[in-house]
């Protein structure tokens, strides 16, 4: 079963500096029927215009992942970290017993625009940590690359959570292919571009909810998409 989740349905928070849509309620944005996905509880999909950002603020028990799509992202944490987040990078902090963070565009002429991901972690009141890691088109190009999961296979980063992270990069008509495991679902998300997944079409911004399929056919309708599939049990 295949549900979609529609681009234009989602929260939406416009401050001016910051236009951020809510896959799942967040913030002011409340939907009963969007509290989240098994264990992943948050996509935000965030355009920061040139100079601003979020000041320093705290997190706790989250596993939070920043994926940047367009421009530079600065951050800081009070753990002692400071790292720009480039296309390509992942980004997992581990909020744990308890972090502060900022997160900046610090360009003077261009907007940053990302995804912030949180993931409920398998326990409560861990040490917090950080980890950033950079993946090329290459590897993503036309195929499945995993860029987090719950034991850092595969040169990913590491989540505290029985969440499979991948990302890939295709262009229209190529085809990339998912088996299902028992008592496992998917989520989809298309960062931008466009797919067909088992016959069902996505364009940039929306969702799937898969659950009861044992396997995906994505397939690409337009040059330049990029997707991100959520592996969960």
């Known amino acids: 079963m295949i549900i979609i989740r529609p681009s234009q349905e989602r929260g939406n928070a416009n401050f001016g ?15 009963p029927n969007h509290m ?22 705290s997190h706790q028990d989250m596993e939070i992942i920043s994926y940047v799509l367009e421009g530079e992202l600065e951050h800081k944490d009070s753990i002692g970290n400071g790292s720009v987040i480039r296309p390509g990078d ?19 002429t261009n907007g940053v625009h990302f995804l912030q991901i ?11 940590s950080y980890e950033q890691k950079h993946f090329s088109v290459e590897e993503k190009q036309g195929k499945l690359k995993l860029v987090a999961s ?20 295709l262009n229209n008509g190529d085809r990339v ?21 088992n016959g069902k079409s996505l364009g940039t911004g929306d969702g799937a909810a898969i659950t ?4 995906i056919e994505v397939v690409a309708t337009d040059d330049n998409t990029e997707i991100l599939l959520f592996d969960l049990r």
Do not use: C
Not at 36 to 57: M, P, W
Not at 155 to 169: C, E, G, M, P, R
Not at 212 to 215: L, V, Y
């Open 177 to 197: 292919h998912h088996s299902i495991e028992n008592n496992r679902s998917l989520w989809l998300q298309v960062a931008r571009g466009s797919v067909d997944i």
């Open 17 to 31: 500096w910051l236009d951020s849509k809510h896959t799942f309620s967040f913030g002011s944005y409340y939907d």
């Open 212 to 215: 009861q399929e044992t396997e």
């Open 118 to 128: 949180w993931i409920i972690p398998s326990r409560s009141r861990i040490k917090p």
């Open 36 to 57: 989240g996905f098994g264990n992943l509880r948050v996509i935000n999909e965030d355009k920061v215009e040139r100079g601003k950002g979020f000041g320093a603020h």
């Open 150 to 169: 719950p034991d850092g296979k595969d040169n990913s980063v590491t989540i505290h959570q029985d969440v499979n992270l991948y990302v890939a990069v």
């Open 90 to 108: 992942v980004q997992r902090m581990s909020a744990g017993t308890g972090i502060a963070h900022s997160e900046f565009n610090g360009s003077n």
